[in-house]
Every structure is written in C-alpha cells, then in structure tokens.
C-alpha cells in the first residue's frame, strides 16, 4: 500500500513537500513514481525514480519538482517548488515491480489514494 500526504493550497510561486509511505510489500518495486490528474483531464506522468536512483521529470516539472527517498522509513517525496496555477491536481504516488522505463502509467501496479494540491 502507498500513502501520501502533504498536499494543500499554496500561492503561486509557493512550494510544497509531498509524502509517500510505501508499506512492506512494495519496498522492493522497481519504479517509485508520482502522477498527477487535473480535473477534466487524464492522469499523466510527472517524475519516478528507478531501482539504480536514477531521477527523471516531465518536462513540465523539470527544474521545479524534486523526486527523493528515505529508504530508512520508507518514504518518497515530491518536492514542489515555483508551484504555478496549472499544477494544480490530484497528485498520486505508485510503485512498480519489473525493470522499466517508469515513465509510463501501465508500468505501475500499485496506487495511494491521492492528495490534491491547489495553487492559486
């Protein structure tokens, strides 16, 4: 199971840390990553991080959101900076098992419940 937490409403420019807690089952997936579904529109891809730590964004996000890990608790973040009104969503954490690109919606297994994020 994935928990997230830490979203909320923010200014624009304002910044936000999403939390995920993944639970024993999913420790060893492959891909950790973080998607996000604005209302009207479908959920797409903003930024995952493979077995090897490899980091990788949207170019939508690429220099603002930030994708990191606490092994030690279990945890993954998604650091939000220069939040803009069109980030403004459902943000989901999710988790895959098998080796891939991870940047792909079908790769993932495993879903939290979501947390939105207002900027305005």
């Known amino acids: 199971q994935l928990v997230e937490s830490g979203g909320g409403s923010v200014q624009p420019g304002g910044s936000l840390r999403l939390s995920c807690v993944v639970s024993?089952?999913?420790?060893?997936?492959?891909?950790m990553g973080w998607f996000r579904q604005a209302p009207g529109k479908e959920r797409e891809w903003v930024a995952s991080?493979?077995?090897?730590?490899?980091?990788k964004y949207a170019g939508s996000v690429k220099g603002r959101f930030t994708i990191s890990e606490d092994k030690a608790t279990n945890t993954r973040y998604l650091q939000m900076n220069s939040l803009k009104p069109e980030d403004t969503a459902m943000y989901y954490c999710?988790?895959?098992?098998?080796?891939?690109?991870?940047?792909?919606?079908?790769?993932?297994?495993?879903w939290g419940q979501g947390t939105q994020v207002t900027v305005s």
């Open positions: 999710a988790a895959a098992d098998a080796a891939g690109d991870c940047g792909s919606m079908s790769e993932y297994g495993y």
């Open positions: 024993k089952d999913t420790i060893g997936s492959y891909c």
């Open positions: 991080i493979d077995g090897d730590d490899n980091a």
